[in-house]
Antibody, heavy 117, light 110 residues
Framework: EVQLVESGGGLVQPGGSLRLSCAAS????????MHWVRQAPGKGLVWVSR????????IYADFVKGRFTISRDNAKNTLYLQLNSLRAEDTAVYYC??????????WGQGALVTVSS | QSALTQPASVSGSPGQSITMSCTGT?????????VSWYQQHPGKAPKVMIY???KRPSGVSNRFSGSKSGNTASLTISGLQAEDEADYYC??????????FGGGTKLTVL
């Protein structure tokens, strides 16, 4: 059974940092591209970032503007998202998702990040 | 990258068919056959219902179907059931190498 479990969310002050993790199991993690997608409270889904299977290439949504970094450790079957210079508008549930193609196959349950003073 | 355009809401009675649209541009929906659709129930993670425009993942009911014409993709749900009531999001791969979602459509089963 495919499982994606996010962790690391919480309350952080504006300008602060947080690292999200996504532990994967039940599939060959090192063969899959991985994504982060976020959803602000009561709002729609927004794509954040994608990393390729060996971690050598990453791409980000324009609004990230160098503040977020996606990475992965295939030996640990874990995906990461480093969030820096956080703003109130970054408050959202952050989902990780896997894919072998151009869509999001399995999703985690999400990690809530709240940016507030 | 601007969000794809979806109607805010659609509704239908049990047993009926409904179609919801997803309009993009020549830089996303119109460039590839890579539109996917996601169903999200309140408090739950999204679930893929259609990928690559028309394909259904294993386990998804054949009541769900997808199509595309030009810059507009559509999701049709036939034989509407109470459990279909949810938010639906379209998503497309774009020429920029990124992905873009629609704003979502709330489906109400009357």
């Amino acid at each position: 059974e495919v499982q994606l479990v996010e962790s690391g969310g919480g309350l952080v002050q504006p300008g602060g940092s947080l690292r999200l993790s996504c532990a994967a199991s039940g599939f060959s993690f090192s063969n899959y591209w991985m994504h982060w997608v976020r959803q602000a409270p009561g709002k729609g889904l927004v794509w954040v970032s994608r990393i390729n299977s060996d971690g050598s290439n990453a791409i980000y949504a324009d609004f990230v503007k160098g503040r977020f970094t996606i990475s992965r450790d295939n030996a640990k079957n874990t995906l990461y998202l480093q969030l820096n210079s956080l703003r109130a508008e970054d408050t959202a549930v952050y989902y990780c998702a896997n894919t072998l193609s151009y869509y999001f196959d399995y999703w985690g349950q999400g990690a809530l990040v709240t940016v507030s003073s | 990258q601007s969000a794809l355009t979806q109607p805010a809401s659609v509704s239908g009675s049990p047993g009926q068919s409904i179609t919801m649209s997803c309009t993009g541009t020549n830089s996303d929906v119109g460039s590839y056959n890579l539109v996917s659709w996601y169903q999200q129930h309140p408090g739950k993670a999204p679930k893929v219902m259609i990928y690559e425009g028309t394909k259904r993942p294993s386990g998804v009911s054949n009541r769900f179907s997808g199509s595309k014409s030009g810059n507009t993709a559509s999701l049709t749900i036939s034989g509407l059931q109470a459990e279909d009531e949810a938010d639906y999001y379209c998503c497309s791969y774009a020429t920029s190498g990124t992905w873009v979602f629609g704003g979502g459509t709330k489906l109400t089963v009357l």
